[in-house]
């Protein structure tokens, strides 16, 4: 049980034997650590709503507090607020209850079945820049709703199903027509071998898109492709299954290098056999109307106070389009996988699309009320002009180039720093790696995921401050203290009340990571986080400059402070997992 729980019900049982509500017995970490470690202030709504003195009802509710309270102070100040110190003994105790934990504190809560929509790509193009928000984001929501105990399936939802392919298809076929896929006579024995490799997708896939544009012929080519297509036409089929099989691998590369896994690669093309049912049955039940010649779910209501435009469920010429493939995708999570949650990451600016799509799910039946759809749109990554990054020639960055620049500045940061110097030279790689992760990662997650950030590599990739760099220089200290305790056969043992301003902060620091995991759950913001994470080690520093761990004289002070590094170490590292971020052995 986390602490402030712990102390929510002190308090929480002290209102209830006023006649008050026993939530107004929160308890949180006091907004004032110069005044007191927590605060309750449940003193003021609790009066407000009967009609009472705040102040009067503070002080009933300290004296109801029980004498073998684990307080060593417990004050008033203001118009009600109640200030709350703890017995050292007892921070000492609850913190060596931590010694081991896999959860530090955290409850696991009742355990929802969700789906977590992030990454997004489309295949047979390469990931950019704008890839790294809604895959590290996404991948640390996953994780951190994992830790809760919820059953969490995350979906890349690849972009494979559309015009695109279709342009391909007949670019392909144009350049080489001999190809047994477009013998419309053959229905097997295709090669096994694929005829394009990532390469080639990614220099026809602009081409192709130019020739639609520019030649009406071709694009009308690129339609009836997709149709066949879609039709289960068994050379096409095979040709992009081919193109799908090539990109997915490329593309597994850069994440994996992001550390980000899906447990599914489903796409627009995993539920095209649920299209047609589902576009009959909105008719039959009269959720979708013509209009414009196009099929449409009208989502607008009457308590709308601006326009919301008709869900389109199919263009006037029959064809279906991302609005359906989402509709359907949704149906698919839902009856398939039993979803009851479903959490999608991706940019802010399609809002008005999952506004859409999640009012005609509703609307129809497809989700029941009951079924959480929610769009935690993520910001963009923007260049010193404030707009979204680019190369100099105006191109979008490619993700995979993006990495490599900042991976060899840590390694030249680590340099300057006379780190990892006596290290062999695939550690060193190995190192670089590490640290060029934790920046380009940290310097992300650090922000909200609504807020656009302007990237800065030389901020990101410093050892000072609030960097990945910095935190990950922070647990290599744990860790080569640990070592060197190790070596010189020094024990950590029971955590022993604080002597210290230092220790006694650290452990209150360890105390607070259920509420921040929690908070980053409700919000879908893996920035608290990462602040908590910026925090536990700031709070580390300060501890180990001024207790000498190594150097104490006094053996049960120096056990329990080598086992605050322990725990401190541990936790820490949990909060990196939960962004994502890895941690090298040493520096």
Known sequence: MSLSTTLSRIFGDAFASQGYDASYGEVVPSARPDLAQFQCNGAM??????????????????????DTTPFSDVGIAGPGFINITLTDDFLASYVDSLSGSLRF??????????????????????????????????????RTFRFLGHD????????DWGIPYGQLIVEIGDRRPELPFFDPDRVDGYPAASPVTIEDLQELYPIAATHAKEDEAFAAQARAAVVDLQSGRPGYRALWQHMRNVSVAAIKKVYDRLNVEFDLWHGESTINHRLEPMVKGLIADGYAVESGGALVIEVMTDDDTKEVPPFILLKSDGASLYTTWDLATIEDRVEDLGATEIIYIVDVRQALHFEQVFRAAYKTGIASPDVVLDHSGNG???G???????????GLLTLRELIDMVVDRAAQRLEENELATEFDEAEKVE????????????????????????FDIDRFTSFDGKTGPYLLYGAVRMKSVLREAAERGIESGEVVAPVRDQDRNLMLQLTRLPEVVERAAQHRAPNHIAEHAYEL???FSRFYEACHILREEDTAVQSSWLALVEITLAELTLLLDLLGIEIPERM
Not at 55 to 60: D, F
Not at 152 to 159: I, P
Not at 434 to 446: E, I, T
């Open 45 to 66: 709504p609790a009066a407000k709503k009967a009609g009472g003195n705040p102040r009067e009802l503070a002080q009933a509710v300290t004296d109801a507090l029980s």
């Open 105 to 142: 504190g955290s409850d696991p809560q009742t355990p929802r079945k969700m789906v977590i929509d992030y990454g997004g790509p489309n295949v047979a193009k390469e990931l950019h820049v704008g890839h790294l928000r809604p895959a590290i984001i996404g991948e640390s929501v996953k």
């Open 152 to 159: 969490v399936v995350g979906d890349v939802h690849l972009g």
């Open 380 to 382: 963009t990554v923007n």
């Open 384 to 394: 010193p002009d404030g707009r979204p990054f680019k190369t100099r020639d105006g």
């Open 431 to 454: 190192i670089a790696e590490k640290v060029g992760l934790a920046a380009l990662k940290y310097g992300d997650l650090q922000n909200h995921r609504s807020s656009n950030y302007t």
């Open 537 to 539: 080690v700031a709070e």
